[in-house]
Structure formats: C-alpha cells, structure tokens
C-alpha cells in the first residue's frame, strides 16, 4: 500500500493541550486550530518526502526509511531521527515525541503523536 498522494485534514483532537506541552506559543496555537492542513507525501521505494501545508506555513521533511535524517519538529526546530515503516505504519520519536503515521484502506491517513499522557490525533481523507 502507497502512503503516496494528498491527504485534508479531516479532524483532530487534543491539538490546544498538545501544541502547548510541546511549547508553541498561544498565538501560533490560534491560528492553527481551524486550519485545514494538507498533507502531500511522496514515496519511492524507501525514500520519503512530506511536505505539510498549514496556510502559510509548509513544512518539508525527506527521509530514507531505517536511515537517520534531520527532521523538522512542530516547533520548527530540526532533530535528527531515524524514521521505521512497519507494514501501513511510519514511527519516528523526536525528542520526547512519538510520532505514528497509519495509512488505513488506502484513502485514510492517521498521525498520532504522543508526549507523555499527552495525544495528538489527526485524521486526513485522501483527496481525489
């Protein structure tokens, strides 16, 4: 199954308590929460390249699977991590963060990230 395509930001929860655990400021938090992000994701074999667009912001990451890449957190800071792909599932811990990406049925993308007690989920839809 290809993680490969556009994904919409459908829903998320727990994004206020997460955004200010991982320390964004309370504008930024704002701004963001309404926001339907989009999720591009290119696969090639085992390299990878995301691109994350929410509104004006767009994040870039490239990574080789198994291989240690720079990765840009949510806060924008740049961690050196080694993504892992278990069958539909990409893992990758930044800093105290574990990051899973789940691919489900082909058109449904979940990221959860978890700090502590803390869960951030977001569900995207493949768009057409």
Request: glycine share 10%; no cysteine.
């Given at each position: 199954?290809?993680?490969?395509?556009?994904?919409?930001?459908?829903?998320?929860?727990g994004f206020v308590e997460f955004m200010k655990a991982v320390g964004l400021p309370d504008d930024l938090i704002?701004?963001?929460?309404?926001?339907?992000?989009?999720?591009?994701?290119?696969?090639?074999?085992?390299?990878?390249?995301?691109?994350?667009?929410?509104?004006?912001?767009?994040?870039?990451?490239?990574?080789?699977?198994?291989?240690?890449?720079?990765?840009?957190?949510?806060?924008?800071?740049?961690?050196?991590?080694?993504?892992?792909?278990?069958?539909?599932?990409?893992?990758?811990?930044?800093?105290?963060?574990?990051?899973?990406?789940?691919?489900?049925?082909?058109?449904?993308?979940?990221?959860?990230?978890t700090l502590g007690s803390l869960v951030y989920k977001r569900t995207s839809k493949r768009m057409a």
């Open positions: 199954m290809s993680f490969g395509g556009k994904y919409q930001l459908e829903s998320q929860e704002e701004k963001g929460k309404d926001i339907k992000s989009v999720t591009e994701i290119e696969e090639n074999g085992a390299q990878f390249k995301v691109t994350v667009t929410t509104g004006a912001k767009v994040m870039v990451n490239s990574f080789t699977i198994g291989q240690e890449a720079e990765i840009e957190s949510l806060t924008g800071e740049k961690i050196k991590a080694v993504v892992n792909k278990e069958g539909n599932k990409l893992k990758t811990v930044l800093n105290k963060v574990t990051s899973v990406t789940e691919l489900l049925e082909g058109n449904t993308l979940i990221d959860t990230l």
